[in-house]
């Protein structure tokens, strides 16, 4: 009954097979490896382009701020969503990499920003009014941190509008497989086509060991060697890529994280529907994904810890259960029994 | 034929079981594992002492820079040799991380810092003198970047005259285990018993995946919350810990390690030997590790380039190569065959 | 009719006369002149106290971001109210300083920040939770955004509240003098007496050709080495400061600042009431100080500008018009007229 | 006696004269004052162009950091001399602006970058080796640290190489009118005309009260909003900006500016002759402007010092006198009396 994080999952069993596969003979250091060669090609199918470059590191926190850095200046500011995990969990990683820049915080229901709520920030922006920090980027999130799913409309409209005001659009994809499950979108969809700019294209919590892609479409790719000097300027440039290279393969491959993040899905609608099933249970919103959150009735939480389950209480009040590919059915009836 | 880097070279098939063995059930995320619990008590055995903090990142620039920026503040400056990795090789690792401190770059011989030239460096030190950036930190290499080893000996008299001037010693440990397999010091002896505050523990370049461990001994201590925010901050507080703490404990399990160290630096012997018996090839140092700096006559790069060994120039005019734990003996004979 | 910054407002002619004054021999450069000593002297005087170190800068955006960096790590947060000039007017200035450090926004009324907000933003800070950004200092502004002032009990609890959870506590005095001249308190019941450690002492709006104070207090005088080279290091050292000093000097030679900001003060009230004659006016906030916020008819932004007079449109609908010391009567009397 | 520094000096009558004459009515804030406008067409004339852009500041440490961070990205390094004030006296000026940016310290004698060694480093870049920090501005100094002045054609010279490597070329001019009196160049020669991009226009050593002009040439004025951006966010726009452009104004206006440097240059000549009179005395360079730099004989200095003059010790053993336009002759004789 571990729902504390789809973090504290083990890696794929192929993913470490994967790693043990590229054991072997020397290979050239900082990404000039075969293994991240070969993922190329798989990436440019995957995303159905060749008009992308891409880099890897180990951490969501570190690729989120490197995307951002190479387009938010020390001057300039991140438009995102009050509960966005770059805002709140990352320990002001966005800051620190862009050298000083801020991150501008706009409200919204289910973890979504609204159309009108960017649309009036936007309308605010003066690049020329110096004593203002003009927003330079506006960061998504998807699978939002409410654990619901932007459509691909609405990131389609949202990048819209940020583009009409000359912003560039990243994507927070740290859950990016869950969120494609659940809308049934493709990642191209969900991504370039949409509009998105740069994504960080998480495996990790899908499933890898530790690798989450950043991804430059096309006029975002001039970034590309800015990118990789911040990469390594910031310790994000282990000299032995293949190993990273090789996880990320392995999820990729016969489309696994898919697989993988459409698991976590269905463990989240069950353990949903199981929660539900308690009088006085309410959904603080309709799972997307592998999140449930869940407003429990007095005294349950602390039936729940003492039978052994793990989960987080939120700021909201509520109570966050995640479920991961590792999450087992058992987990889920433990649940009901506990419950009684 | 590959003396290219001992970063070319694969993991030792051991870490790759290690990550294997750990790849079961859940696990508390960012360093809250059983597997980073169980190193700990390693590492205390292996350092003779219970008085120590750690952290571990998969890259050595990033260990490098989260130690330093620890001790060197924004408006302080690091004291270390001109040829230091953290000077040339880190893209501003160290300015970037301490919020644009200085390097202050001092010459030495065979990439190590006289006692005298540190003595003078110490003695212009005025933190009473606002115009002057004053060095808070002394860092010092071992392995050399020119593939000397200081003694134990000359570790502790350099990092007694920086404590006598208030400042804090910093040792780039990246290829620790052949520092201390040339010398025959043990881990503690060429650290914290000769005045190391501060240690980056690599093992990466010995023969692990990517793991390099900070290190902070006694006093240093103090900075261990400072340490975990930052590594946080910078994107080096990987999700899933344990991956990174496996590496580590199956390269320590049995001293793997310096039997690792041992084989490359053993290699590196032969290799100046093989190259020695040349004529016209001449030694820049003596090796103390598992690195060769040789001149060679003219041609002879180009004839073992030919023949398809890898290895590069060096700015001083001569020919790096590196062993490593995976140089096998048939590739010292080639390179003896492609010299006829 | 200009009411659109105490900051377009021309220097008090003492204060010209001062710089001539002290314009004859040399002086060391960067603070060791005479005229700084003599300063020192007066400021003691002024706040009833010795225990205080102080710097002088051109600039309030300086000021404050040289203040709040010597407290609020890179790691670290500062409270402060969402309209406070830190945090919309500065463009990032303490982003800049603190290398990275964010800002934490706390909503309140009439530009002050509420004891239960506060109360609520201290109960969340958990330094051993590495994900967090916590909070270090906590920045009030006197007189407020809004053109409030918050009385010496206001501060002290605040303050109390802060230092409590082991904060440190910073006053934003842009217009220091109409806050104490509106309030009755003296400098020291406003400053140190109600907890505030750092204070940035504004001369500037109050009629200095530019010069604001940092004022470092009891423990804080900690930083006055850091402080001063965090000056030197973001340029404001400069080398002729006797003519900063002599501005001080000036501005609190028979107490002419508060003279001053009594004047602007009462200029404002004035203007205040003509604005209230008008039919539709209402005032946002009673006025605390020499700023006014008015709620204008339709039409009468228009009207006024029509007739000459200059004032800004502010965020909440409102228009404000700011008094100076060097605000006629006959200004005042324009509006009436121009109002009809 | 007072040879210390030419920041001991007053400002010229002219300069407060100046102020008190703009010290009337009101002004637009932050640079849209009138007399900031005024300047504007002087600084036209001076300079022979209408292709420029210019800020001021009180500051020539924030003059150069901030006309380097424009240049310098924070993943980029400027080359400059190992003498150079950014290098040793500015407290990590540059590399706080520039978010981190390095220096890349270039040997030569007398001050001066010779144009070998100049070629030699920018041989060395490689914008595409992601390890290396690679230079994107050179840095000159005229008047030179050491006292000596660049001609036009080295200025020339080593700008057009720099831009053939693709750099910006900034010159640090603190003391530009000792250098043009020095070598008879016009203002124009010896900035844009000979390939500076952005020029430090120092006033305040000169005989302003402190004032500094960062003056951007031709493609270089891209970077005018980033500049003012910078500027605001380090507190270098100060609000009431008219008593800058006052100061600026008066210096020159009838070529005060070069009289003042004139006369300083004639000081210091006059004095270098007096100590050359004395046995053992010995030039480190010929005066290029109102510096000199003299090996004295042992105990000159504390005779001097004694009979109550003022100069440093320098690092390389000799003594640094500076003289300034308000130099006395009879300072200059009260040293040959000490002397005997």
Known sequence: MNFSSDTSAPAHPNVLAALARVNTGNEASYGGDSVTARLR???????ETEDFDFWMTASGT???????????????AVLCHDAAHIAIDERGAP????????????????????????????????YGFVHQTPAHVLSLTNLTE?????????????????????????LDGARFGNALVATGASPAEMSWKAGVDVLTFG?????????????????AREKWGELKARAK?????????????????????????????????????????????????????KPGGNEVFARLPEGLAETLTAAGAKFYPWPDGS?????????????????????G
Not at 62 to 76: H, K, Q, T, V
């Open 95 to 126: 800051e620190f990499f862009s050298g000083g820049g801020k991150l501008q915080l706009l409200a919204g229901t289910g973890g979504k920003i609204g159309a009108d709520t960017l649309a009036a920030a936007l309308a605010q922006i003066d």
């Open 319 to 339: 109570h966050r259960f995640v479920c991961s590919w590792a999450t087992q059915d058992d987990e889920i009836s433990a649940v009901a029994t506990a419950m």
């Open 41 to 47: 090609g798989q990436l440019a199918e995957l995303f």
């Open 233 to 285: 300027r910031s310790g994000h440039m282990p000299p032995k890529m293949r190993y990273l290279a090789a996880q990320a393969e392995a999820m990729l491959d016969g489309g696994l994280w898919l697989d993988l993040a459409g698991r976590a899905n269905k463990a989240a609608l069950k353990l949903a529907a199981t929660l539900m099933a308690q009088p006085g249970v309410h959904l603080v919103t």
């Open 146 to 170: 409410s654990g619901t799913a932007y459509s691909v409309a609405e990131v389609t409209d949202l990048a819209a509008k940020a583009h009409g005001a000359g912003l560039v659009v990243h």
């Open 62 to 76: 570190a690729s989120n701020a490197l995307a951002l850095s190479c387009f938010c200046p020390s001057i300039g």
């Open 203 to 219: 495996l990790t919590k899908t499933g890898a060991m530790g690798c989450e892609i950043i991804m430059l479409f096309g006029k």
